[in-house]
């Protein structure tokens, strides 16, 4: 099937802002990948001093950590800084170890997006589902069952696939070592903040985030971006979805200008600091009245999961 239509940079932007729109940084990407470490540790901190506040500073690391995926996916894109090899240093060991994997797959998706070959259509292909289905995928993923699902879940799925008279305990450790990079990483972690005393902190406020309110965030983007988008959808301005966000859904959920997809389909080499400027050209010219935009996500969620919605799923 043929790539899905691309929208024209000479069809909204001068030449002056299409420069001044997708020129590269030497700086700002690395500050922003600074600026999520920073929360991460400030909020981890605060947590320590008052473990009071870890509650509130749980949901706060969680979407940073969804940050550091944000930044990765710019890198990808070759978006996070000027000079190629930094760009991909920055991403792969700063921000996460799947960008080398990740990147053909995202390609894929947005020289397909929302077309038949699109790989995560699957994503959003179910919606709208019953508000009581989108409940239970809630609780999956704050009680951990789809971030044990997603991480080790190939671990049950290899040993029960394994073939004849071929050992459990094999196949356990050979699926085991596919997340050798995550488990390293932890445990490294761990034993730092132990041998600091510190131990509970990681556990609390870095595998505890990543475990629960990282899956839910994530789940939230992506049904933000293209849930309830039709399938084969020729206008290049209707493929993904911008919904707008406060400050409160930037800290909580939307990090790093996240929200702004409909702009990163339709010109995919901008940077994402670049798409709050290009989102403003767009309404000025009054662009923004065709492209497929929402107020805020709770809004959304309630379209992707209503209440009248016969059936279950």
């Given at each position: 099937?043929?790539?899905?239509?691309?929208?024209?940079?000479?069809?909204?932007?001068?030449?002056?802002?299409?420069?001044?729109?997708?020129?590269?940084?030497?700086w700002?990407?690395?500050?922003?990948?600074?600026?999520?470490?920073?929360?991460?540790?400030?909020?981890?901190?605060?947590?320590?001093?008052?473990?009071w506040?870890?509650?509130?500073?749980?949901?706060?690391?969680?979407?940073?950590?969804?940050?550091?995926?944000?930044?990765?996916?710019?890198?990808?894109?070759?978006?996070?800084?000027?000079?190629?090899?930094?760009?991909?240093?920055?991403?792969?060991?700063?921000?996460?170890p799947?960008?080398?994997?990740?990147?053909?797959?995202?390609?894929?998706?947005?020289?397909?997006?929302?077309?038949?070959?699109d790989?995560?259509?699957?994503?959003?292909?179910?919606?709208?589902?019953?508000?009581?289905?989108?409940?239970?995928?809630?609780?999956?993923?704050?009680?951990?069952?789809?971030?044990?699902?997603?991480?080790?879940?190939?671990?049950?799925?290899?040993?029960?696939?394994?073939?004849?008279?071929?050992?459990?305990?094999?196949?356990?450790?050979?699926?085991?070592?596919?997340?050798?990079?995550?488990?390293?990483?932890?445990?490294?972690?761990?034993?730092?903040?132990?041998?600091?005393?510190?131990?509970?902190?990681?556990?609390?406020?870095?595998?505890?985030?990543?475990?629960?309110?990282?899956?839910?965030?994530?789940?939230?983007?992506?049904?933000?971006?293209h849930?309830?988008?039709?399938?084969?959808?020729?206008?290049?301005?209707?493929?993904?979805?911008?919904?707008?966000?406060?400050?409160?859904?930037?800290?909580?959920?939307?990090?790093?200008?996240?929200?702004?997809?409909?702009?990163?389909?339709?010109?995919?080499?901008?940077?994402?600091?670049?798409?709050?400027?290009?989102?403003?050209?767009?309404?000025?010219?009054?662009?923004?009245?065709?492209?497929?935009?929402?107020?805020?996500?709770?809004h959304?969620?309630?379209?992707?999961?209503?209440?009248?919605?016969?059936?279950?799923?």
């Open positions: 099937m043929a790539a899905a239509p691309r929208a024209q940079p000479d069809d909204f932007f001068t030449p002056d802002e299409w420069q001044s729109l997708t020129a590269r940084s030497s700002r990407g690395l500050w922003l990948v600074a600026h999520c470490w920073g929360v991460i540790g400030a909020a981890m901190l605060v947590g320590i001093v008052w473990p506040a870890i509650p509130l500073m749980v949901p706060i690391v969680g979407t940073r950590q969804l940050g550091l995926f944000i930044l990765m996916h710019d890198a990808a894109h070759a978006g996070l800084h000027r000079n190629r090899k930094v760009n991909d240093w920055v991403g792969y060991w700063l921000c996460s799947t960008m080398r994997d990740y990147r053909p797959y995202h390609l894929q998706h947005h020289r397909f997006v929302q077309q038949t070959e790989p995560d259509l699957v994503l959003s292909a179910p919606f709208p589902i019953t508000r009581d289905s989108m409940w239970r995928k809630v609780v999956r993923d704050l009680s951990g069952q789809t971030f044990y699902k997603q991480r080790f879940g190939h671990i049950a799925d290899g040993i029960r696939q394994r073939a004849p008279g071929e050992s459990a305990l094999r196949v356990f450790g050979r699926e085991l070592a596919k997340d050798r990079r995550f488990l390293i990483g932890n445990g490294l972690g761990l034993l730092a903040f132990a041998l600091a005393g510190y131990g509970w902190a990681w556990v609390l406020m870095w595998l505890l985030p990543m475990a629960t309110w990282l899956p839910l965030v994530s789940r939230v983007r992506n049904i933000a971006e849930a309830l988008v039709a399938q084969n959808e020729a206008d290049p301005l209707r493929q993904a979805r911008t919904t707008h966000a406060g400050w409160l859904e930037r800290i909580f959920v939307a990090p790093y200008w996240v929200n702004y997809h409909c702009e990163h389909h339709m010109f995919t080499n901008l940077p994402c600091w670049s798409l709050p400027k290009a989102h403003r050209l767009l309404q000025r010219q009054g662009a923004t009245a065709r492209m497929e935009v929402q107020p805020g996500y709770l959304l969620l309630r379209r992707a999961a209503p209440l009248e919605l016969a059936g279950g799923r």
